[in-house]
């Protein structure tokens, strides 16, 4: 029997190397599917070492790959781990320590882009949104063409409090090409400030913790790699829909480098656009020609409180699309010069 006060601690018995595994199943890596492992226990350590404390804890890994990051997350005495691989190929390679752990790994064959998280764990976990942050924890290291969708469709999740955050604010440390976690963290006035910093960053607390370079993974990809953690805030900085928010940003950044009131008159019909543009601004006190990358989180509250009480006013407003206005006149114009 174990003392008490002794802390009740799993270390996965003596196992083959990732290297041996790949060996073993032949999973040599597909350019396809963007895979690029890590080989480095004391790299995967840190990467799970940053999720914080996982004593006790439910985790989601998304795309294990030959198990390297499954192996660190095993050893931090979770109480379960639940995997998502798309590849057949892994799984053998998977089975092998969910036999070194009995009873704590369980593997999923399917796509982390559908796979529906919120009916894995116990409904026991679920903690109210305004408490600590569940024991439940997602981690990975995903190829970065699934990683940008993925995070936006999570922050879409945060934003509506369901999918991986019905059990309330969920951690998540994920790995993504260097240049989109400076996106994710970019502050205001950077160069690298987008779309992704003002979406992560009203929503959830963001750090990136440190950078892995892409020679530490086989085979090593062109960039380094940025890991970063997310903590679902209590209190979002926009307390509008996640559309409506994605809508005004999106307007605001395709024009980067042109002053801001270029991008938000796009979010009005061509006859009102300048009377509108200059309503929202004048409403949400911002300065016209700032540009996308100095505005700050407060700006962009402000703009969205506006346009959304403008699409309250006028509810046709919010289906408005300039691209298709754009194409309409094009269409309107071939058809009169040809009619001529
Ligand atoms: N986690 C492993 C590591 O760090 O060595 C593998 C990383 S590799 C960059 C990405 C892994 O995600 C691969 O195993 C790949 O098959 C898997 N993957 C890619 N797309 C996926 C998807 N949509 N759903 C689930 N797994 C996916």
């Not at 995967?44 to 890994?61: F, Q, S």
């Not at 300048?274 to 700050?296: F, I, M, W, Y």
């Not at 402000?302 to 691209?323: G, H, I």
Request: glycine share 6%; charged share 25%; aromatic share 8%.
């Amino acid at each position: 029997m174990a003392s008490a006060g002794k802390l009740n601690t799993f270390r996965l018995p003596p196992l083959p190397t990732i290297r041996e595994i790949i060996k073993l199943f032949k999973l040599q890596a597909l350019k396809q599917l963007s895979q690029n492992f890590l080989l480095d226990l004391r790299l995967t350590d840190k990467i799970v070492r940053k999720a914080g404390n996982l004593n006790n804890a439910y985790v989601y890994e998304v795309g294990p790959g030959p198990g390297g990051i499954t192996r660190s997350i095993l050893n931090a005495n979770v109480a379960e781990l639940l995997v998502v691989e798309k590849d057949t190929r892994f799984i053998p390679g998977l089975q092998m320590l969910c036999d070194a752990a009995p009873g704590k790994l369980r593997i999923v064959h399917g796509d982390v882009l559908t796979f529906k998280v919120e009916k894995a764990f116990p409904e026991s976990l679920r903690r109210r949104w305004e408490d600590e942050p569940p024991n439940v924890h997602i981690i990975g290291n995903l190829p970065f063409s699934v990683s940008t969708p993925l995070i936006v469709k999570w922050l879409g999740n945060v934003s509506r409090r369901d999918g991986p955050f019905a059990y309330g604010r969920t951690q998540m440390t994920l790995s993504f090409q260097k240049e989109v976690a400076d996106r994710l963290t970019a502050n205001t006035g950077s160069k690298q400030r987008s779309r992704l910093s003002i979406m992560a960053q009203h929503l959830c607390s963001v750090q990136h913790v440190f950078t892995i370079p892409g020679k530490a993974f086989i085979p090593k990809p062109e960039v380094d790699v940025g890991v970063v953690h997310f903590t679902p805030l209590v209190q979002p900085t926009i307390q509008q829909p996640f559309e409506l928010v994605e809508k005004v940003v999106q307007n605001v950044f395709q024009f980067r480098r042109k002053y801001c009131y270029r991008g938000l008159g796009m979010l009005f019909p061509e006859a009102q656009r300048s009377e509108n543009t200059g309503k929202l601004l004048q409403l949400a006190d911002v300065d016209p020609t700032l540009r996308p990358c100095q505005l700050a989180l407060s700006h962009f509250k402000a703009l969205c409180d506006v346009y959304r009480k403008m699409c309250d006013e006028d509810p046709s407003l919010f289906a408005y699309n300039f691209r298709q206005e754009l194409k309409q006149s094009k269409s309107r114009g071939q058809e009169e010069s040809g009619g001529l």
